[in-house]
């Protein structure tokens, strides 16, 4: 039972990344109605742009966990102004196209400069040691990347669903058209909510990097489960997304306690059966 | 909101008779490689390749629908076949067949699962299927994880080809993908394939015309995995083995490129693009990670600028169907 | 087409007259391709450093200035058995290489080890892991150098429980490579009087350890065997740091890890952890004095690696053997045969053997990963635990399957 109690902690905070990411895929389809399959490649260039700035520049963690996601935010906006905004009215599935392609050229530059084994970044002093639960030896780190990113995300989800701005988001996404004509610059706004769900990924990115090493593939495989995440979840709503995110770490955690060899294919069925079941995922509108 | 393919080309019966030149100006080309200097093996190689890609696009140039997943028909009927072959040491075309089988019924599984959903959602499931797909044949034992079923025996089709000799093989695989390319492009032009343009352009239209749509969305998506675990299979007699490799997902990702480069929708595009990308690879090679990048370029390129890919902007050029 | 046809035919006759010219006066060429991933997971563990290391071995042969002339030539097989075999094919047809180097991976080493046989190649190889290069699949074409799975768990297993380590905990990459890392080595373990509390099958490429690291934790057992391989290792190691599992009083033991990842680690994370290797640049003068020129010469100045080493070796043996023919027969079942015949005597690795089976014995020795305090040097890593004789740390003649040893 205590150990149980352990598994379901640890399989949070794989969820908390889960949901980190999905948020952000979910942030940047009901906008610009693109799947981001550079998410996962942007989520790695959190972890290294994390690793330059401590590195590099001296600059630590805390810093990190701000400037990283800006820089990698710039750097999407950069992307959306220069090769998505020209695919708007194309096929959905051109984006698609184009973002894979970009995640190619991340990964491939990143692993002729920096190899394959991963570089290492330590944990913050702060957050160093662990505390005894009782049940288990909970490392300081992991509570706090529960903690963070459920703050991150509810933050998201205010934002978007609560504010003024996030109105005009969901605005624009309905009515483009209707929306400018109260005076709203629509492709600014997209290409901000595009640099914020990049932002995002870039934060998870940061988050992970104490934890596993800072590798240019690491999120080439992270980004298939969060797209069956996705699916299960559906991305209507930036809520469901995120307690999707959360659940599927729980249940991949549980999975790993009992029968450890499917502990990497739980998602994915899950997926199917979810599919079989409601086909417009459980919470998302028809497609 | 603009479609995948140029549809503004004419398909007259004309247009047909063209496609029928080009075609045997294809085959005579293909059939010629053994007399000339190319090295025979890498044309093997790129052949049942375009054989995927010309299956794939079957999907996305005239069923509207990207898979992204398309390496677990290829790597599945390649395990089987491999297996058939080497353990249960059954002849060449009895293996080719079991790989077919294997591809046929992993293709109405997952179709019926993933054709639920449209547009990116289709393209993410049949991602997320391939990918739960490469973690079991890691784990399944009778794949041998990542050393792959290694040295297996080529054989003798029907009793009389004998698939060790380089040039029969050749012939042999180019068999296979001629009758391959000749089924698909029998398809395309068949009612079925007018009623699957017509979806693709306008579901509700379709529809509201009193079709069920669904029902030959995946009967698309059942000839299209078959037809690409039949180049899964003759694949297993050019590279001798079956590994992780083709069921991985970068595997799906290159069979959208090849596609991409030849040009979504046309029909001798993908196998332009499967020969572009092949030989890319076998003269990188020395590139390393580079080649990665610059597959990386060519996808944002292509989407940028070159949407309809070199067969169909030759095709569009000459104001043909290609 | 005409000039390509004429030019196909003058080429084939020159060829013509090369190979009979051969059999007369000895022909003294030979090209040597060094086969490696260049790109991907291994690629710092051999792939460029490979090829520097085949590059210093034919300059430090002597080679040219005895009449000889040597190619080199490389390719990244991006660790795809397919490129791999297309390749080799190439290779061997078009390009004439006489002598396959390094080959890591094993699923790779397994397919490309057919057509070197098929085509009567030579390989040597340094990078792969898999011991069936030299047990059911053996050929009489191939020599596997540097180190197997056989080995690995051999040496790890024995050592260890003989310093104490007497129960285990197995975290196994759950596919072909893993079982066979972990069966071996639990055998060797209970063979030696210790004891398995259990294991856990991890999926492969899985970034989060923690689950199976806290079982580990929980089973109490003094050594925590990881019988999985690159970014899966490391992960499993800076997570056991994080849960505090080193300094809980419990061993790490590493069956397949390198030099660089550990250099990847960094000490703070990877100290106490123990491994098996066959080479270590910090070992005796020549190797230091090896490594130091190496360094020099390779990118980001990293010291070589075993498979590194084991390419250099190789191919320096290799050309002992071509030199005591007196010419390159181009036929590789034969050279390798006289390759087997000659004992084997380098700087890096040592007096050996080459068994019948093509496997290359050598000292395995067990290593344990210093703390930062210990280490005075860059690359100062490793310190010595223990030394499995050559005879003992590979798999004996008795229990190979390979049809090659005559029983």
């Known amino acids: 039972m205590q150990a149980l109690f352990a598994q379901l902690l640890v399989g949070l905070i794989n969820g908390s990344f889960y949901a980190l990411l999905s948020l952000g895929l979910a942030v940047i389809f009901g906008m610009l109605n693109i799947i981001n399959f550079a998410h996962g490649a942007l989520y790695m260039m959190g972890a290294f742009v994390a690793y330059f700035l401590l590195n590099l520049g001296g600059i630590n963690y805390w810093w990190a966990l701000l400037l990283a996601p800006i820089i990698v935010g710039i750097f999407g906006m950069i992307l959306e102004r220069t090769m998505l905004q020209w695919l708007t009215g194309l096929d959905h599935l051109y984006g698609l196209l184009l973002t894979f392609g970009i995640a190619l050229i991340v990964q491939g530059v990143f692993q002729n400069y920096f190899g394959s084994s991963g570089l290492p970044y330590a944990i913050p002093d702060q957050l160093r040691g662990g505390m005894n639960l009782g049940f288990m030896f909970l490392p300081v780190y992991r509570g706090w990347v529960v903690v963070f990113s459920l703050v991150v995300c509810l933050a998201t989800w205010f934002l978007i669903e609560k504010t003024q701005l996030g109105a005009y988001l969901r605005a624009a996404t309905e009515n483009p058209t209707l929306v400018r004509a109260f005076g709203i610059n629509v492709p600014r706004m997209i290409t901000l909510t595009y640099g914020l769900g990049v932002g995002l990924a870039a934060l998870a990115g940061v988050l992970s990097a104490p934890i596993n090493q800072v590798r240019p593939l690491m999120g080439a495989d992270l980004i298939i489960v969060v797209f069956a995440v996705v699916v299960i979840g559906g991305m209507g709503s930036i809520m469901g997304s995120i307690i999707t995110g959360f659940a599927l770490g729980v249940i991949e955690g549980l999975t790993k306690y009992f029968y450890p060899e499917a502990s990497n294919t739980v998602v994915f069925v899950l997926m199917v059966l979810v599919l079989l079941v409601k086909p417009t995922g459980l919470t998302g509108r028809a497609a | ?322 | 087409m005409h000039t390509k046809s004429i030019a196909a035919f003058l080429l084939g006759t020159a060829l013509a007259i090369t190979a009979t010219g051969g059999a007369l006066a000895q022909d003294k060429t030979v090209k040597v391709g060094v086969l490696t991933d260049n790109s991907g997971l291994y690629a710092d563990l051999g792939g460029p450093g490979s090829t520097l290391a085949a590059q210093m071995a034919i300059e430090d042969s002597k080679l040219a200035t005895k009449g000889w002339k040597v190619d080199l030539i490389s390719a990244d097989h991006q660790n795809k058995p397919d490129i791999g075999t297309a390749i080799a094919r190439q290779w061997i047809d078009v390009e004439k290489v006489d002598v396959f180097m390094d080959v890591l991976n094993s699923g790779v080493a397994l397919a490309v080890n057919n057509v070197v046989k098929e085509k009567n190649s030579v390989m040597i190889n340094s990078g792969a892991a898999t011991s069936d290069l030299t047990n059911a699949q053996c050929t009489p074409n191939t020599v596997h150098w540097t180190y197997d799975t056989y080995m690995l768990a051999h040496s790890t297993g024995q050592a260890l429980v003989k310093a104490g380590g007497d129960t285990w905990f197995f975290i196994t990459a759950d596919y072909a490579f893993g079982h066979a890392l972990e069966r071996d080595t639990a055998a060797v373990v209970k063979a030696a009087g210790g004891k398995v509390l259990g294991d856990v099958k991890a999926p492969l490429n899985n970034a989060d350890f923690s689950s199976f690291l806290l079982q580990a934790q929980a089973s109490k057992a003094k050594i925590i065997g990881m019988a999985n391989a690159g970014g899966d290792t490391t992960n499993t190691i800076k997570q056991a740091a994080e849960f505090g599992i080193v300094k809980g009083g419990q061993k790490l033991a590493g069956l397949l890890l390198f030099l660089t990842d550990v250099h990847s680690l960094g000490l703070n994370v990877a100290q106490g952890l123990n491994l098996s290797s066959t080479f270590y640049w910090d070992m005796n003068d020549q190797t230091r004095a090896f490594a130091k020129r190496f360094a020099e010469r390779a990118k980001n100045k990293a010291m070589p690696t075993m498979v590194q080493a084991g390419v250099y070796s190789g191919l320096l043996h290799y050309f002992k053997a071509l030199e005591a023919l007196g010419g390159n027969p181009h036929d590789g079942a034969k050279v390798v045969a006289k390759m087997k015949e000659m004992p084997t005597d380098d700087p890096l690795f040592g007096k050996g053997s080459i068994e019948p089976n093509g496997r290359a014995l050598h000292p395995a020795y067990l290593f344990e990963v210093k703390a930062p305090s210990e280490s005075k040097a860059p690359w100062d890593y490793y310190k010595l635990v223990g030394t499995t004789p050559a005879d003992k740390a590979f798999r004996p003649l008795s229990e190979s399957a390979c049809p090659l040893v005559k029983k």
């Open chain 2, 1 to 322: 909101m603009t479609t995948l393919t140029d549809d503004t080309l004419p398909t007259t019966p004309r247009a047909v008779r063209d496609e029928m030149i080009v075609f045997v100006m294809m085959a005579l080309l293909l059939a010629a490689v053994p007399f000339t200097g190319v090295y025979p093996f890498f044309v093997m190689q790129a052949l049942c390749f375009a054989l995927l890609a010309c299956a794939f696009n079957l999907l996305i140039g005239y069923g509207g629908l990207l898979s992204f997943g398309h390496a677990m028909f290829l790597g599945t009927a390649g395990y089987c076949s491999a297996h058939a072959l080497k353990v249960w040491a059954l002849p060449p075309e009895l293996g080719i067949l079991v790989g077919i089988a294997a591809a046929f019924v992993l293709s109405i599984i997952t179709g019926y699962i993933s054709i639920r959903r449209q547009g990116i959602y289709f393209s993410m499931i049949t991602l997320a299927l391939s990918q739960l797909l490469y973690f079991i044949y890691l784990q399944a034992p009778f794949t041998h994880g990542e050393d792959g079923i290694q040295g297996i025996p080529q054989g003798h089709m029907f009793g009389v080809f004998d698939l060790s000799k380089p040039t029969v093989l050749y012939y042999v695989v180019l068999a296979g993908f001629l009758a391959g390319f000749l089924l698909i492009f029998r398809i395309i032009n068949s009612p079925f394939g007018e009623v699957l343009k017509s979806i693709r352009e306008n579901e509700q239209r379709a529809i509201s015309l009193g079709y069920r749509t669904d029902q030959y969305k995946f009967l698309a998506f059942v000839l299209s995995g078959t037809l690409a675990g039949f180049a899964g299979a003759l694949k297993v007699f050019v590279a001798q083995n079956a590994s992780l490799t083709d069921v991985h997902w970068t595997m799906s990702g290159e069979v959208v490129l090849m596609t991409l480069v030849g040009g979504l929708g046309t029909i001798f595009g993908p196998v332009v693009g499967a020969f572009v990308i092949i030989a890319m690879q076998q003269y990188l090679a020395g590139f390393g990670q580079w080649v990665t990048v610059i597959q990386g370029s060519i996808f944002v390129i292509c989407v940028l600028t070159f949407r309809r890919g070199v067969v169909g902007e030759i095709a569009h050029y000459f104001r043909r169907s290609l």
